[in-house]
């Protein structure tokens, strides 16, 4: 049943930010994009955060009353990531979006990010069973 892993409905177009991307162009390219969150790399090209929409109002907040931003992406970044691997399953899948708030998990070989699992997609994945 490799349809129901999550290698098979993660999206693997994912916009890719660092540490060090400024928050101003890091917020441009999640709208661009229409993207819930954006994973954050190190220099090692593993996962040392993961930038939300929700993580970018303080700063767009705070620039829109100063007119000017400031920071990077390290600023403002969340840094305990919950991730889920390619492997695992569709049920695991939904059992970690009851149980977190998240809307996306990066989805994860190894240390490396493959891409991003959306809560979405797995709702409809669990409407198409039966």
């Known amino acids: 049943m490799t349809e129901y892993k999550i290698a098979a409905m993660m ?13 101003r162009r890091a917020v441009a390219l999640l709208v661009e994009a ?7 790399i190190g220099d090692d090209g593993d996962l040392v ?7 970018c109002f ?8 100063y007119r000017e931003w400031k920071g990077n992406v390290a600023e403002h ?11 695992d399953d569709l049920i695991r899948a939904a ?4 149980t977190y708030p998240h809307r996306v998990f990066p989805v994860r070989r ?3 990010i493959t891409g ?15």
């Open 95 to 98: 059992e970690m979006f009851m």
């Open 116 to 130: 991003l699992l959306h809560r979405s997609d797995v709702l409809a994945a669990l409407s198409r069973i039966g």
């Open 34 to 40: 229409r993207a819930a969150a954006a994973p954050v």
């Open 110 to 112: 190894g240390a490396r």
């Open 58 to 65: 303080r700063p767009a907040l705070h620039a829109s009353y």
């Open 11 to 23: 999206r693997t177009d994912v916009t890719m930010l660092t540490p060090r991307t400024p928050i």
């Open 49 to 55: 955060g993961i930038l939300s929409q929700k993580d």
């Open 77 to 87: 970044m969340t840094r305990d990531v919950v991730a889920i691997e390619a492997d």
